[in-house]
């Protein structure tokens, strides 16, 4: 059994041990901060490589192979020439709005991974509102982009923050409300106890009893990242980069390693939403650490949505929103009506 | 710890909000707005009303300070001119704000504020959402029937044109 929260708690007592109580809870938050933000940049590091070699693959080409065994130094490659660009602000940018949007957009994605149970017992603080805080803390990301948008002081820029703005405050009624119907089941809002109420087998993950809500939820979410078909915001043909297009170097980095990480998080969320966490599909499997199932789990679903990426063209302006509050919201009630009668009908 | 705590975001909410009605960029001050609201939401967290704070959040700075944004983004006479923050009548402007301050002075000195002793925290979640549907669910409903009315009265404006 390699479970990682063995590791922590064993580190944590030998702090406790040789250190006061005050200075170990101060190094156990930096510390567990630190390691989410290694583990984040790696992972970001990782998924900009495979998106290329996923992309690659489903064009008939061999995408990124110099460096490194098929390229899998790439990105570190990419990120040395990133932080050696000069770092341009445009003469008309509003300063401290154009310098702060990046840092707000990557510290938003970041926050998300305080409540992501990883493993069990794997998670930074089990929040007793946990779904509700990532929601909550997410929408900043939105307010970076409109930041961007503004600072820039670029046509371009704007319209891809207004567009982002948009599609992200329509997308969230929808998303909000799918995750209901999984909550009502579920009967907690804490992650962990969401996951646990999963536990025994595949059968009992919450995507056989809310199919409605799982799709729901991943095409708002999908929206909700800015990724294709709903890549609006930075639709390469029409806004030049969108809300991005004046930024370079250090700046653009975080903008990009955000978007990764978002990626990653909404596949964590629906993970732990609908399939069953870091539960193994049958007990069985139960020798297999936990983490190891989450992280499977979640790179699965990283995959599928790098295949929407290079499998559907992007959809209009007007599409989009009628899509969100003409057939998207509607669902997500029906969805949210039918567990409540289910609910009712089974539970007494 | 947690006065100090306290003062922080006081001295974070008063200092948002006094720039959201000086500043000159009208951006700027949806901007402090936000800052000023998620103060807010980490006032509520101190006060252990986690759920309060995660609604705050979502609500005030992921709904309504955006639209306010956007409104902002699409007003053409308003984007990349600096705004006068101060219009014509001040005099009526003062007697009003004197009298709302009086009203709010009286209404929070003479409510009794039970002070109880540090509790622990607990979910909140389910207590207010059981009180919103069996005591208050009265004005539960009014107020969703007023949001109702505010849709499609903006509905119908937007037809108009």
Same mark, same amino acid.
């Given at each position: 059994?390699?479970?990682?929260?063995?590791?922590?708690?064993?580190?944590?007592?030998?702090?406790?041990?040789?250190?006061?109580?005050?200075? *170990?809870?101060?190094?156990?938050?930096?510390?567990?901060?630190?390691?989410?933000?290694?583990?984040?940049?790696?992972?970001?590091?990782?998924?900009?490589?495979?998106?290329?070699?996923?992309?690659?693959?489903?064009?008939?080409?061999?995408?990124?192979?110099?460096?490194?065994?098929?390229? *899998?130094?790439?990105?570190?490659?990419?990120?040395?020439?990133?932080?050696?660009?000069?770092?341009?602000? !445009?003469?008309?940018?509003?300063?401290?709005?154009?310098?702060?949007?990046?840092?707000?957009?990557?510290?938003?994605? =970041?926050?998300?991974?305080?409540?992501?149970?990883?493993?069990?017992?794997?998670?930074?603080?089990?929040?007793?509102?946990?779904?509700?805080?990532?929601?909550?803390?997410?929408?900043?990301?939105?307010?970076?982009?409109?930041?961007?948008?503004?600072?820039?002081?670029?046509?371009?820029?704007?319209?891809?923050?207004?567009?982002?703005?948009?599609?992200?405050?329509?997308?969230?009624?929808?998303?909000?409300?799918?995750?209901?119907?999984?909550?009502?089941?579920?009967?907690?809002?804490?992650?962990?106890?969401?996951?646990?109420?999963?536990?025994?087998?595949?059968?009992?993950?919450?995507?056989?009893?809310? !199919?409605?809500?799982?799709?729901?939820?991943?095409?708002?979410?999908?929206?909700?990242?800015?990724?294709?078909?709903?890549?609006?915001?930075?639709?390469?043909?029409?806004?030049?980069?969108?809300?991005?297009?004046?930024?370079?170097?250090?700046?653009?980095?975080?903008?990009?390693?955000?978007?990764?990480?978002?990626?990653?998080?909404?596949?964590?969320?629906? *993970?732990?939403? =609908?399939?069953?966490?870091?539960?193994?599909?049958?007990?069985? =499997?139960?020798? *297999? !650490?936990?983490?190891?199932?989450?992280?499977?789990?979640?790179?699965?679903?990283?995959?599928?949505?790098?295949?929407?990426?290079?499998?559907? !063209?992007?959809?209009?302006?007007?599409?989009?929103?009628?899509?969100?509050?003409?057939?998207?919201?509607?669902?997500?009630?029906?969805?949210?009506?039918?567990?409540?009668?289910?609910?009712?009908?089974?539970?007494? | 710890?947690?006065?100090?705590?306290?003062?922080?975001?006081?001295?974070?909410?008063?200092?948002s909000?006094?720039?959201?009605?000086?500043?000159?960029?009208?951006?700027?001050?949806?901007?402090?707005l936000i800052l000023c609201f998620f103060a807010v939401a980490?006032?509520?967290?101190?006060?252990?009303?986690?759920?309060?704070?995660?609604?705050q959040v979502?609500i005030y700075v992921?709904?309504v300070t955006?639209?306010?944004?956007?409104?902002?983004?699409?007003?053409?006479?308003?984007?990349?001119?600096?705004?006068?923050?101060?219009?014509?009548?001040?005099?009526?402007?003062?007697?009003?704000?004197?009298?709302?301050?009086?009203?709010?002075?009286?209404?929070?000195?003479?409510?009794?504020?039970?002070?109880?002793?540090?509790?622990?925290?607990?979910?909140?979640?389910?207590?207010?959402?059981?009180?919103?549907?069996?005591?208050?669910?009265?004005?539960?409903?009014?107020?969703?029937?007023?949001?109702?009315?505010?849709?499609?009265?903006?509905?119908?404006?937007?037809?108009?044109?």
């Amino acid at each position: 059994m390699l479970e990682l929260n063995v590791i922590f708690e064993a580190v944590h007592r030998w702090l406790e041990g040789i250190l006061p109580q005050g200075l *170990v809870t101060l190094i156990s938050a930096l510390g567990t901060g630190g390691i989410v933000l290694a583990f984040l940049s790696i992972l970001a590091l990782f998924l900009v490589w495979w998106e290329r070699k996923v992309s690659a693959h489903m064009q008939q080409r061999l995408g990124p192979m110099r460096t490194g065994w098929h390229g *899998v130094l790439q990105t570190i490659a990419d990120g040395v020439k990133l932080v050696q660009k000069e770092d341009l602000i !445009p003469s008309t940018a509003d300063r401290p709005v154009y310098f702060w949007a990046p840092v707000i957009c990557f510290v938003a994605a =970041f926050m998300a991974y305080l409540v992501i149970p990883f493993g069990r017992g794997l998670i930074v603080q089990d929040l007793n509102i946990g779904i509700l805080y990532i929601i909550a803390i997410t929408t900043f990301t939105v307010v970076s982009l409109l930041m961007a948008g503004w600072g820039s002081n670029n046509k371009w820029a704007l319209l891809g923050g207004m567009r982002s703005a948009a599609q992200i405050v329509s997308y969230e009624v929808p998303l909000t409300l799918s995750i209901l119907g999984a909550v009502m089941l579920a009967e907690t809002l804490s992650m962990v106890g969401i996951v646990q109420s999963q536990a025994g087998g595949f059968w009992n993950w919450l995507i056989f009893r809310q !199919p409605i809500g799982f799709i729901v939820y991943y095409i708002a979410a999908t929206a909700e990242a800015n990724r294709t078909p709903f890549d609006i915001p930075e639709a390469e043909q029409e806004l030049v980069a969108g809300f991005n297009v004046e930024y370079s170097g250090m700046k653009f980095a975080m903008f990009f390693l955000a978007e990764f990480v978002n990626m990653f998080t909404i596949s964590a969320i629906a *993970v732990t939403l =609908f399939f069953g966490g870091w539960n193994a599909p049958h007990p069985i =499997f139960n020798f *297999v !650490p936990s983490w190891i199932w989450f992280m499977g789990k979640s790179l699965v679903s990283v995959f599928i949505l790098m295949w929407f990426r290079w499998t559907y !063209p992007r959809i209009r302006v007007d599409q989009l929103m009628g899509f969100a509050w003409k057939f998207l919201l509607p669902l997500a009630f029906l969805n949210i009506i039918l567990t409540g009668l289910g609910v009712l009908i089974f539970r007494n | 710890m947690e006065t100090g705590i306290f003062y922080i975001l006081a001295a974070i909410i008063l200092t948002s909000a006094l720039m959201v009605v000086s500043l000159r960029n009208i951006f700027h001050s949806a901007l402090m707005l936000i800052l000023c609201f998620f103060a807010v939401a980490g006032l509520y967290i101190t006060l252990d009303a986690d759920f309060l704070a995660a609604v705050q959040v979502l609500i005030y700075v992921g709904a309504v300070t955006i639209l306010m944004i956007f409104a902002v983004m699409v007003t053409h006479q308003l984007t990349g001119t600096t705004m006068r923050q101060v219009n014509e009548q001040p005099i009526p402007a003062a007697l009003i704000i004197i009298v709302l301050f009086i009203l709010l002075a009286i209404a929070i000195t003479q409510t009794g504020f039970e002070v109880i002793g540090k509790f622990p925290l607990m979910p909140t979640v389910a207590a207010i959402g059981t009180a919103l549907m069996t005591v208050y669910v009265l004005p539960f409903e009014i107020v969703s029937l007023v949001l109702l009315v505010a849709l499609i009265g903006a509905i119908i404006i937007a037809r108009r044109d």
